[in-house]
């Protein structure tokens, strides 16, 4: 009976092992593997051209090394994923079509001008949360977006005169800063620049923004901290009330304050503004109107709008006086 029972405890964890078997054979699957790009110029999807020679993303873990000097020019047909993406030196990655995305810590370059592009109708996704989802280094290293560039982390620093060229579209979400150290952000023609990051300083360190390339289009979460003071096309988005950051202004194409919010305080000497647009609420304080209405603003807009600058009715006559109807005069409020 006694020996009954022992076999009956051997089967029943011998069952047991069994039972886990896949489970560990899943744990070793699972750990991290690191690709190196080993040829001149290549696909993504050829198992040749890595080494060791499969073709990574097949494992979330998977990391990808592009080495100096090598040139991956693109993915190969279908969509491919890694956990971190590091191009070393003067390589370059080209995401051609479908999309790339990368769960982890993107680095663009180590001692050279590394380059990572994105191809017009493809997607770039960095889908960390980190406030270093994607690094420079090096001197000159650069990202170009032709297509779609999207991330729900931030920039960390570091590298030298680093470059972010935008043609495309690129989106921040989450809460990390968007650029950070001296990376200098370059907006296209027609480029969107969507900071949607609960960041309240979008860009940090000594990064620059150059902004006035034709209908590109910038958009804030609010104007509190609005990198510089010449856009083409301009959104904010202000949750609750938000005040504007006071400057010299010059928006080319058009102001958009969107959302349901309120921007107030909108001011600065030789304020310029073709257009507006709006469906929240928008204050200027003591905003020059004849040179406003000088651009073309529109007059059914003009309900909207509030002026606090606290001076007489002849005071608001002197800058209705280039075009304001005057029937419209009561709905400028100090």
């Known amino acids: ?41 290549g696909a993504w999807n ?8 499969v073709v990574p993303g097949g494992n979330p873990n998977d990391s990808v090394i592009i080495p100096t000097a090598k040139s991956c020019t693109g993915l190969g047909g279908s969509s491919q994923s890694c956990s971190n993406l590091t191009v070393q030196g003067t390589g370059t990655l080209t995401v051609d079509a479908n999309t790339l995305t990368v769960s982890g810590v993107t680095t663009i370059g180590s001692s050279g001008a ?18 270093g989802a ?22 960390g620093s570091g590298g030298t005169t680093p470059i972010f060229q935008n043609n495309g579209t690129v989106t921040f979400s989450g809460s990390q800063q968007e650029f950070n150290s001296a990376v200098a952000v370059i907006q296209g023609t027609n480029a969107a620049l969507n900071l949607s990051s609960s960041s309240s300083t979008p860009f ?22 609005m990198k510089v003071t010449t856009y083409y096309n301009l959104t904010v988005n202000p949750s609750g009330t938000q005040t504007w950051s006071s400057g010299a202004y010059i928006i080319q194409g058009t102001l958009t304050v969107a959302g349901t919010g309120t921007e107030q305080n909108i001011s600065g ?33 003009l309900p909207a709008i509030r002026h606090q600058c606290g001076r007489s009715d002849d005071h608001k006559r002197r800058h209705a006086s280039v075009g304001q109807p005057k029937q419209r005069l009561g709905n400028i409020h100090r």
């Open 269 to 301: 000497g030789g304020m310029t503004i073709n257009n507006f647009a709006q469906t929240g609420r928008i204050y200027f304080q003591c905003f020059p109107f004849h040179r406003w209405h000088a651009y073309g603003q529109r007059r059914d807009m």
């Open 46 to 53: 050829v198992a040749a051209n890595w080494s060791p020679a």
């Open 134 to 155: 994607y690094v420079f280094g090096g001197t000159s290293s650069s990202i170009t977006n032709n297509g779609t560039f999207t991330c729900t982390g931030g920039n």
């Open 204 to 225: 940090g360190g000594s990064s620059t923004l150059t902004a006035s390339a034709a209908s590109n289009t910038v958009s804030y979460v609010s104007g509190a901290n």
């Open 114 to 131: 590394a380059n990572l592009t994105i191809a017009s109708g493809a997607t770039f996704a960095s889908t960390s949360t980190a406030s």
């Open 1 to 41: 009976m006694k020996t009954t029972q022992v076999k009956i405890k051997q089967i029943l964890m011998l069952l047991a092992a069994l039972m886990l078997l896949p489970g560990a054979i899943n744990k070793v699957q699972a750990a991290a593997t690191n690709y190196t790009f080993n040829v001149a110029s």
